[in-house]
């Protein structure tokens, strides 16, 4: 069949390959709301969506504070165990990949115990609460030799992948802008009280590492490295209720804007907040090249808008075109619907995690297409480059150990 005609319409009752043949990994979770959640769903959709998968996941064992609470967990995901100590994740011979979904202070001791149990590794963006304690990490992982991913999922919607291989073959010509923003509005309200999030010695800090270590990732991974930043951050709101009565300060930033210059010679600007009323996971991002320039909106994440205007015959109809990134050829496209029955931002789960289980299965690394600690550990320095320049008010040079 010419690949013309590979649609989903044809393709979707194709059987793969039998279950035997594929091998099994014991996935050990640590934590179980938000991104328990998100990745548990990723690996059950791998199992069979994809035929055949590079590896099987069984989920093993999640892990949490409350017995109670994550035993319901367990049950509702098909975790085959409860456990309410990570510790028992890292000692169970069953479980081959420790994922962690756990907040930003509970990244490092685990991932570096995983790592020496000879565990794979998946671990939550950001990697840690700073770019030492992330290298902390990326040492662990290096000097145990296993797999390990940073979990970066932004790099596996198609538009973003589409979006990259469009750059990487030259069509884009020299890159001379790269400007994202993410914004949110979740924590506007000053009675909003006290969660992680907004506690600097649990997370390390606020919207730039939520939200700006996302955009900082996808400027390396599209245009390449950064060379300086320039950056101011802002906390609006500088007391909130804690909870039980008092109130709390709040030691995190609510928003950055940066300035960047890459190696390339390209020019950036990020900016991310929590902070844009009526903005609720709005993540747009544009590059302008020599010949043509891309830009991308998380909330439509089907479409790439695409300026390339050499690739046009007709000077007269060129302009801004939106494509819409669901082709059976399209990247991570090939095993989901019928073109134009479109997928949501779940689905970069299973493609960041097929990745992973791709790169244990080979023995290789989730590199190029997906981020590893070195990755994860770079982005850590690119924030708090940022978080620097706004303290001293100058240019902060990047410089990676
Ligand atoms: N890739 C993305 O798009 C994305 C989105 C949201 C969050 N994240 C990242 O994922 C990580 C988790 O964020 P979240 O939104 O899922 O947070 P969350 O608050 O929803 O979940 C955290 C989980 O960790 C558990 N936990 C906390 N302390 C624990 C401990 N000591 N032992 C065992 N379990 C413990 C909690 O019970 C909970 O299940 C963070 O690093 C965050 O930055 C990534």
Redesign the pocket.
């Known amino acids: 069949m010419p690949d013309s005609e590979r649609v989903g319409f044809v393709t979707m009752g194709e059987a793969g390959t039998p279950a035997g043949e594929v091998p099994t990994l014991g996935v050990g979770m640590?934590?179980?709301?938000?991104?328990?959640k998100a990745h548990t769903n990723g690996y059950k959709k791998l199992n069979y969506i994809y035929t055949p998968p590079p590896a099987r996941a069984r989920l093993v064992a999640i892990?949490?504070?409350n017995e109670a609470a994550v035993q319901a967990a367990a049950d509702r995901y098909g975790y085959e165990k409860a456990v309410s100590d990570?510790r028992a994740l890292i000692e169970d011979p069953e479980i081959q990949v420790f994922d962690n979904?756990?907040?930003?202070n509970?990244?490092a001791e685990p991932c570096i115990a995983a790592a020496q149990a000879g565990k794979h590794i998946i671990c939550?963006?950001?990697l840690a609460r700073t770019g030492a304690e992330a290298k902390t990490m990326l040492d662990a992982v290096k000097q145990a030799g296993v797999v390990h991913m940073c979990?970066f999922?932004y790099r596996f919607v198609p538009a973003i992948r589409l979006a990259s291989q469009i750059i990487e073959e030259g069509r884009l010509g020299q890159i001379y802008h790269f400007r994202a923003q993410y914004l949110q509005e979740w924590i506007m309200d000053p009675n909003f009280s006290l969660v992680?999030r907004l506690d600097a010695s649990t997370a390390g800090s606020g919207a730039l590492g939520?939200l700006g270590t996302h955009i900082i990732d996808l400027a390396r991974y599209l245009v390449g490295e950064p060379k300086t930043v320039s950056a101011v951050t802002s906390t609006f709101i500088k007391e909130r209720p804690d909870g039980k009565g008092g109130r709390f300060q709040v030691d995190v930033d609510d928003a950055f804007v940066s300035t960047v210059e890459f190696e390339n010679g390209a020019l950036g600007t990020l900016e991310a907040t929590r902070f844009a009323k009526g903005r609720k996971n709005h993540q747009v991002i544009e590059i302008n090249g020599a010949r043509g320039s891309l830009a991308f909106n998380l909330e439509r994440l089907n479409e790439l808008e695409v300026y390339l205007p050499e690739e046009e015959d007709r000077h007269d109809a060129q302009g801004f075109r939106q494509v819409l990134v669901t082709e059976a050829s399209h990247p991570y496209y090939d095993v989901w619907w019928p073109h134009g029955h479109i997928i949501g931002w779940e689905h970069t789960f299973v493609h960041e995690i097929k990745r992973f289980f791709e790169a244990i299965v080979t023995g290789g690394s989730v590199r190029p297409e997906g981020a590893d600690f070195e990755d994860g550990y770079r982005a850590s320095v690119v924030a708090d480059a940022i978080m620097e320049s706004s303290r001293i008010r100058r240019h902060v040079d990047i410089s990676y150990a």
């Open positions: 640590l934590g179980y709301a938000f991104m328990g892990a949490g504070r990570w979904g756990g907040p930003n509970l990244h939550e963006k950001p979990a999922n992680w939520d």
